[in-house]
Every structure is written in C-alpha cells, then in structure tokens.
C-alpha cells in the first residue's frame, strides 16, 4: 500500500466546448491537509467533483487507497470514503442541526451509531450542541460550514474535500472552523482537501498547495517552502504583478 490516499493523474474534465481542466495531476498522502489555490473558475470544484465521480472526466485516472475510481458513481465513491462538502454548504434549512446530522449519517448505518456519531461531532463543534433545535436555515454562516462538515464527519470518510470553506466568513471564524479541522484531522487521522480562492489564511494550516489556473496546475509544493507568497502571486496571476499583494488578500 502506498502512503498516497487520492491521485489524480492528467485529467482533462470537459464540460461540451468548454475545457475546465487540462492534463492535470494532483496526489494527496494519508493524513496531508492539501489546499488547491486558484481564482475564479480556474477549476478547484470540477477537480473536487472529478475525485466524487460528479465531473465528465475526459481522460486521465483517478485512484483512492490504490483503487480505481475513474467514472465509479457518486454513491459508491462516497460509500469508498471520500465526503465532499460543496461549496455554499449545503444544509436542510428547515430541519434542526440534529436532524441534519442524523439524515447524514443514516446513510451508512444503523441509527445507533449514528447517535454516537452525532456525539462524535458535537464534541468538535460546540457551537452546534448550542444549536441543535434550531432549524439549519436560522444559522449564521460559519455556523453553517460547521455544520456541513459535521455532515461529512458523519459518514465517516477517511478523505474530507471542502470547497471553499472560508467563502463570506469573516477572519476569526475561517481560523476557528481551521482549528477544527486541523484538531478532527489529529483525533481521527483524516485527510483534508481544501479548496481556497485566497492562500493567505491557508499557508499556515495547509501542508502542501497546488496553484490552479485556467484548469492548469501552475504550481505544487509544500506550504513551508512557499510562505514568503511569491511563487505563489505568480503562477495565481501568470504574471509578475508587483501590486498583486494587495489584490490578493
Ligand atoms: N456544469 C458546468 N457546465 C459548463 N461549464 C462549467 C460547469 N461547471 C463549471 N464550468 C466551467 O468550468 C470552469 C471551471 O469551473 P469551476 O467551478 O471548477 O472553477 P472554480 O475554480 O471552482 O471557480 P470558483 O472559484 O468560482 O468556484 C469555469 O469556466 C466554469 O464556467
Ligand atoms: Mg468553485
């Protein structure tokens, strides 16, 4: 068995015309926080889509823990162990945050330990135990990504992709919901995917980055190597863009 959890290798995923990605590869290692950094529409959902079997994969090949998963349906994909909270946390706004969680996780199992799963989660997100009457809908933002994630939790995958996680959030809850994911990913040996518009918050957290960009990866490397930002700005913008610090917050 080789240390890498999920490998993508040179896929192009074509929407009709439109080319979303082209000869892409990416690997994730057993227990890696990996964040894919690009700006709009480079591709970062459709490569979290290709990994869940929701994207037309045109070619290349996609593995989980060395198993081929290249055009394998969603559902089996996820009953494999890869959990995918899109972006815009999706939540049933008029079910409760327990309710939430338990749909999520009778999925797989019986309703027993899906009780003890609802635990599981609470005791990573307080917040929620707060809020576990409430209907989803009355939530605060972050309080809704926190609940998104408990919904992956729930099923108990060994791969957890999110997709933008720190969109509309203000700075203190994305470091929050981070610390989070960071003390599950301890706990429980998880492995995270991450998708973010912005690498500012990200460096700290993430182990290794890929800079994506009109569907081509510009750039692989780990975190450490890359705080300064520079190499980073560059293959974000294509260019050598001396304002670039500002625009990119
Ligand atoms: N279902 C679809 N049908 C047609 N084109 C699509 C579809 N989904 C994505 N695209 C196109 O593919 C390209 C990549 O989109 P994608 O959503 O993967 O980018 P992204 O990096 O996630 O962008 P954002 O930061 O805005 O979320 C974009 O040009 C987008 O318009
Ligand atoms: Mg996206």
Not at 68 to 79: D, F, H, N, S
Not at 151 to 177: C, F, H, N, W, Y
């Amino acid at each position: 068995m080789s240390n890498t959890i999920l490998s993508l290798s040179h896929i192009t995923v074509r929407y009709g015309q439109m080319t979303a990605l082209r000869d892409a590869s990416i690997h994730v290692d057993k227990g890696e926080v990996v964040c894919i950094i690009g700006p709009n529409g480079a591709g970062k959902s459709t490569m979290l889509a290709a990994a869940a079997g929701g994207a037309p994969v045109v070619s290349g090949n996609i593995q989980f823990n060395d198993k081929a998963i290249t055009g394998v349906a969603p559902e089996k994909i996820a009953r494999l162990g890869i959990s995918l909270v899109p972006e815009g946390r999706h939540v049933f706004g008029s079910l409760t945050v327990e309710e939430n969680l338990q749909i999520a996780g009778y999925i797989q199992k019986d309703s027993g330990q899906a009780k003890q799963d609802v635990e599981r989660v609470l005791t990573y997100f307080p917040r929620l135990r707060e809020r576990l009457k409430f209907p989803a809908g009355r939530l605060s933002g972050g309080e809704q990504q926190m609940l998104a994630i408990g919904r992956a939790l729930m099923t108990r995958a060994k791969l957890i992709m999110v997709d933008e996680p720190s969109l509309g959030l203000a700075p203190k809850i994305i470091d929050q919901i981070y610390q989070i994911l960071l003390d599950i990913r301890r706990t429980e040996g998880l492995t995270l995917l991450i998708n973010e518009q912005s690498s500012s918050r990200i460096l700290k957290h993430a182990d290794r980055i890929y800079v994506l960009r009109g569907g081509v990866i510009q750039l692989e490397g780990r975190a450490a190597d890359l705080a300064d930002g520079e190499a980073i700005r560059e293959a974000y913008f294509g260019f050598q863009h001396s304002d670039a610090r500002e625009t990119q917050q």
